[in-house]
Each structure stands twice: as structure tokens, then as C-alpha cells.
């Protein structure tokens, strides 16, 4: 008797929200209309998400499906010039219009006030003309015996992707100290003879080297000026001796002027400055590892073919032109050989589609999914678009890197948890995809456990089979300037 007690008492809560809830009016949020942006895909949901919060009280509740919904809510964001105007039109489930509002602004500063006042609005307009329904009392369903549990069978080992124990030392997984800042690249450089492993990281103004043994431990640093900004750091040995180079592509105000640097009896020192290039290291076909670059345009941010860097003596020079599948350029690509020999393109498109082009460009096939996803960009002015974007600059954002092994297979990153502001991206989780390609599709072979963290950039260390992921644990804030930490998988 106390059980049935306790559980009547139990019951209770749970059948006054539901009678709370049946008396509220259930709308549903469709995705927003935008016109006059860039990241028009990933302003979609985000206007979503917020007005549906917005919209919530105690005589409108949101839901997440239109189905069964008593108002269906559609709005549009346009930017015109320096003005956006936010519009939104409730109709209920016949189709008949319940009420247009709107609110307009003239900076990103005043967007999501002006979405509260429509969210305010809207919600006077549709309790208005559709009060919320009188909640009928219903009589609690008399208690019955709760039933046996039942085990469910156990699905097939190898469609499910089971999580891990948390890592110990010594086991497949090796986690670093908190690093201070928001770091934004990492590669490898020297394995030593006692197998410890060296790693280059970057943020916006500095290049350290790191040695991972059970902590990271600063090798080396150089700081650069606030005129400068880094956008990345890549390492090969070109020269033939067997230590890696670090490439960094640089900014110095609105032109490239990147850097070489080599690590030398425990120092940084630098081999060449002002390079006018774009660096990344790619393995074509799953082979050794090369510097490749292209160069930034009057107008265009990426100019001209893909090249591989050579140096001769104290001088890089570019040749071996790539010419790559359209929409392709030096942050997007990779190249990888089928069972039967032939070569094929493969590229994440600027919506994050993954595509696999044959080498005479034609297009095989797409992903369903979006993956990549960075938050790391630079912007340069571009006063003749204003009109159209309503910002004097041109904000680019670099694609994260596509990997192929040896073995053929085809690795992409994925970040997801996208919020949109404007042109500032944020990111809330990560994981690590690996595909093979079938002759038609990519088949996916594996994927890391998601990760609570952005992804900032990756290496993949073919030999040890292991993915080196640099993360940002905290977000940069006003005053707070985040954290980040290193993290090594094994794959097998």
C-alpha cells in the first residue's frame, strides 16, 4: 500500500504539467527564410532555434515537429544594405492567417533584441486570435502492475559504435594538459629515437614546439606582432634531411607574407619570410607527405592553380600544377587511387558537402551529411559587395583538412553544434569520420566517439595509426581568452 502511495504521489507532478501543457497553444517554429547574407544555410536554423525560445510562455508552447501543431510560425530575414528587416506570418492548421509581424534594424548588434520584440508580438497576435484551449479534466488512469522488463536482443557488434572507458595511461587514448588560449593548428614534426614525438601548435600570433611524453612540454616559442596573424602550420622535409620544416601561412595586413621555420638544438630558427602563398601539406594518394601552396588574388582569396612547393638550396619555388575539380582550391581537397588505379578528386564543397569527382571533374557522388566545419577565417575589404553583404569585408573561413592513408582510405573531420551570428561561427562537438570508396559510394569504415569540443585542426600519423586532434576545451570571451588541449587516438 505505501508503494501504490508513493507512486500515486510520483504520478501526480507529471499529470499536472500535461494539463498545463494541453491548455497552451502548441506552435511550431518552421526554418527562416534568408536573403542578403553569407552562411544563409546555418542562419536558418539558428533564426529557428531563437525564435522558438522566445515564442515559449505560459499560453504558447513550442514543439519541435509540425505535426499535431494548432499554429505553424514562418518567418524571413533579409538584409538590404545596412537594414534587415525580420518577418513572420502565424497561421493555424487550416491554413487561415492568425498574424503578420515585424521588426527591423540597421546593426547585427540590434538583431536579437528586435527578434524578442516579434517573438512579443507574435505571440499577442496568435493568443489573440486563437486562445488557448481549455484543458478538460481527465481522472488519472488507475495504477497497474508495472511490467516485467524484458531484455532487448543484442544488436550486431558491428553496427554500434560503443563508447570507450575512460582512458588510463598507457591504453589507446592519451590526453594532454590544458593549454592556455585558443590554439588554431598543429602538425607533426621529429619522432626521436626514444620515440617520443615533437608537435608544432599555433594560435593567432605564436609558434611553440611541444614534446609529448606523459605531459607536453615546451620545447620552444616565438611570438609575432598584432599587425600579423597566423592561419595555420603544416610541416615536411623538403630538403632532404629528414627534419620537418614548419610552413606557416601568415598574414601581414591584408596580404600573405608566411614564414619557414625549422627546430635546431633545442631552438626555432627561421629559414625564409614574406612567401606570397597559402600552405598546406597534403599526401596525394595516400603517399609521402608534400607542401603544397597557391597564391591570394586582388580579388580573389585563392588565385590561380594548386602547386607543389619545392626548395632549391635557401629558395622555394612552385611547379607541378594540380588542376582541380571546380569549386576546388588548396583547403578543400585531396586525391585518392581506386582498386582499379584511377584517381579521383575528393572535396568538401563551400555548404560541406563531401564529393568525389572523377579526374576528368565529372562528380560521382555527394554526402548526404555535412562535414568539416571551421571556425578559423581571415577578411579582407571588399567595398564592392557592401550593398549586397552589408559588411565592407569578406570574411573567408578555412576548410578543414581531408585526409588519405596509405590503405586508401579517406578521412574527414566533423563539426557540428553550429551557431551562426552574423559572420562569427561557433561550434560545440567533434568527431573524425574514415570512409573507402566502393567504385560508387563512400562507405564509412569507422568514427571517433563525439567529442564535447571544436575541433581546431588534426593530423593523422599513418605508421603509429593514430589521429592527433588539437581542441578547443574553452571558447575565447571578452575578457576570458580560452583554453585547448591536445588528444591521441588510435584507430585500430
Excluded at 90 to 98: C, I, T
Excluded at 188 to 203: A, H, I, K, S
Excluded at 230 to 250: F, K, P, Q
Aim: aromatic share 10%.
Amino acid at each position: 500500500m505505501k508503494k501504490f502511495a508513493v507512486f500515486i504521489i510520483l504520478l501526480c507532478p507529471l499529470y499536472f504539467v500535461s494539463q498545463v501543457r494541453a491548455a497552451q497553444i502548441k506552435a511550431y517554429v518552421a526554418e527562416f527564410n534568408v536573403a542578403g547574407v553569407p552562411n544563409r544555410d546555418e542562419l536558418k536554423g539558428t533564426l529557428q532555434t531563437l525564435l522558438a525560445s522566445r515564442l515559449n510562455s505560459e499560453a504558447i508552447f513550442t514543439v519541435d515537429a509540425s505535426t499535431g501543431a494548432d499554429v505553424l510560425v514562418t518567418g524571413s530575414y533579409a538584409v538590404l544594405g545596412k537594414i534587415f528587416s525580420l518577418d513572420a506570418v502565424a497561421r493555424d492548421s487550416s491554413g487561415k492567417v492568425l498574424a503578420r509581424v515585424f521588426e527591423q534594424g540597421e546593426s547585427q548588434d540590434e538583431l536579437i533584441p528586435a527578434l524578442a520584440k516579434l517573438a512579443q508580438k507574435l505571440g499577442g497576435e496568435i493568443v489573440k486570435s486563437l486562445p488557448p484551449p481549455v484543458a478538460k479534466p481527465v481522472s488519472p488512469a488507475p495504477a497497474t502492475a508495472l511490467p516485467v522488463p524484458v531484455p532487448a536482443a543484442a544488436a550486431p557488434s558491428g553496427e554500434i559504435v560503443r563508447a570507450e572507458p575512460v582512458s588510463k595511461s598507457g591504453s589507446s587514448s592519451w590526453t594532454s594538459q590544458r593549454l592556455d588560449g585558443a590554439l588554431v593548428g598543429i602538425a607533426p614534426g621529429r619522432t626521436l629515437e626514444n620515440g617520443v614525438r615533437e608537435l608544432y601548435v599555433v594560435d593567432d600570433h605564436a609558434l611553440r614546439l611541444y614534446r609529448q611524453g606523459k605531459e607536453l612540454e615546451l620545447v620552444a616559442e616565438v611570438t609575432f606582432g598584432d599587425s600579423e596573424q597566423i592561419l595555420g602550420v603544416d610541416t615536411a622535409a623538403l630538403d632532404g634531411d629528414g627534419i620537418s620544416e614548419a610552413y606557416l601561412t601568415m598574414l601581414s595586413g591584408d596580404n600573405l607574407a608566411s614564414q619557414v621555420w625549422v627546430a635546431r638544438d633545442g631552438r626555432l630558427q627561421k629559414v625564409a619570410e614574406n612567401l606570397p602563398y597559402f600552405f598546406r601539406a597534403i599526401a596525394l594518394d595516400g603517399k609521402e607527405k608534400r607542401i603544397y601552396v597557391q597564391e591570394m588574388g586582388r580579388d580573389a582569396d585563392f588565385y590561380g592553380d594548386v602547386y607543389e612547393l619545392v626548395r632549391k638550396d635557401a629558395k622555394f619555388e612552385k611547379q607541378n600544377p594540380i588542376k582541380l575539380p571546380r569549386f576546388g582550391f588548396l583547403y578543400n581537397f585531396n586525391r585518392f587511387t581506386d582498386a582499379k588505379g584511377g584517381s579521383h578528386y575528393v572535396l568538401i564543397n563551400a555548404d560541406g558537402y563531401v564529393i568525389v569527382y572523377s579526374a576528368a571533374g565529372e562528380e560521382l557522388w555527394r554526402s548526404s551529411d555535412k562535414f568539416g566545419g571551421s571556425e578559423l577565417y581571415f577578411k579582407r575589404q571588399d567595398l564592392a559587395n557592401v550593398r549586397t553583404t552589408g559588411d565592407q569585408y569578406r570574411w573567408t573561413f578555412l576548410e578543414q583538412r581531408i585526409v588519405v592513408t596509405p590503405e586508401g582510405e579517406i578521412i574527414v573531420p566533423k563539426n557540428s553544434g553550429l551557431f551562426v551570428f552574423g559572420t562569427n561561427r561557433s561550434y560545440k562537438k567533434n568527431s573524425v569520420f574514415s570512409f573507402a570508396w566502393n567504385g560508387s559510394t563512400l562507405d564509412e569504415r569507422w568514427h571517433t566517439k563525439e567529442s564535447q569540443n571544436y575541433l581546431a585542426d588534426y593530423s593523422f600519423d599513418a605508421p603509429r595509426k593514430e589521429l592527433i586532434l588539437l581542441e578547443v576545451v574553452k571558447k575565447e570571451g571578452l575578457i576570458e581568452k580560452g583554453a585547448s588541449a591536445i588528444v591521441v587516438k588510435r584507430v585500430e
